[in-house]
C-alpha cells in the first residue's frame, strides 16, 4: 500500500532551518526505511523528481531522488536535450556533500512541491560531485550533470534551508499557468531577454 505524505508549504519554519546529518544505525531501523518508502510514493504522487526530508516536516539531512521517463512523456524531445535530461534511477542521498564540477551556470524554468503553482528561471551549475551514504548508510560518490546536477542542488538546498525563490531571477518568478501560456515554448535566451533579465 502506498502511503502520500502531506508536504509542507513555504513558510514553515522547517524549510527554513539546518537540517541535522543522520547515523548508520538510525538508517537500519524499519521506521527508516518505511519512512523512504513514503517518501518515495509522495514523490511519485505529487508527481516530482525529488522530495527532502525538510518537505515532509522532518529537519534531517535525507533526501529521495528518481526521474522517471514516465515524467518526462509529453515533454518534447527537443526540450529534454537542451536540458540535458535523461532517466535516473529511484536513489536516496544521506548527509550530502556538494562539490561543484563545473561551474558554468545553467538556467531553466524549476518549480518546487512546497511552493505549488509557481516557477522561475534558476541558475544552476552545469555539473556537480555529491558524496553521501546510500539508504544502508553506506558511502557513495555521484558525478551528475545537467538536469540531474540540477535536482541534487535543489535538494540539497532544501537540507540547508535553501529554496529556489532565494537563487532565482526574480524577475522569471510567475505562476505555472502563465508559464504554460507566454513562456513554455521559447528557448531560455529568449526568455531572459523579454523579461529584462
Ligand atoms: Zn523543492
Not at 526505511?33 to 514523490?43: H, K, P, S
Request: one cysteine or more.
Amino acid at each position: 500500500m502506498s502511503v502520500v505524505l502531506p508536504i509542507v508549504q513555504l513558510g514553515d519554519p522547517v524549510l527554513r532551518g539546518t537540517c541535522r546529518a543522520l547515523t548508520k544505525p538510525e538508517l537500519e531501523k524499519k521506521k527508516m526505511r518505511d519512512l523512504i518508502e513514503a517518501m518515495r510514493d509522495t514523490m511519485r504522487a505529487a508527481p516530482g523528481v525529488g522530495l527532502a526530508a525538510p518537505q515532509i516536516g522532518l529537519p534531517w539531512r535525507l533526501a529521495v531522488i528518481e526521474d522517471r521517463e514516465e515524467t518526462q512523456e509529453g515533454i518534447e524531445p527537443e526540450l529534454l536535450e537542451e536540458r540535458e535530461r535523461a532517466a535516473v534511477p529511484f536513489h536516496v542521498i544521506v548527509n550530502p556533500e556538494l562539490e561543484v564540477i563545473d561551474a558554468e551556470p545553467v538556467s531553466f524554468f524549476e518549480g518546487c512541491l512546497s511552493l505549488t503553482g509557481f516557477v522561475g528561471l534558476v541558475p544552476r551549475a552545469h555539473a556537480v560531485r555529491v558524496r553521501c551514504l546510500d539508504e544502508k548508510g553506506d558511502p557513495r560518490v555521484i558525478d551528475a550533470s545537467g538536469w540531474y546536477a540540477r535536482i541534487l542542488q535543489h535538494e540539497i538546498d532544501h537540507l540547508n534551508g535553501t529554496v529556489y525563490v532565494d537563487r532565482m531571477l526574480t524577475r522569471t518568478f510567475m505562476s505555472g499557468e502563465q508559464y504554460a501560456r507566454y513562456w513554455a515554448d521559447k528557448d531560455v535566451e529568449q526568455v531572459a531577454r523579454d523579461l529584462g533579465v
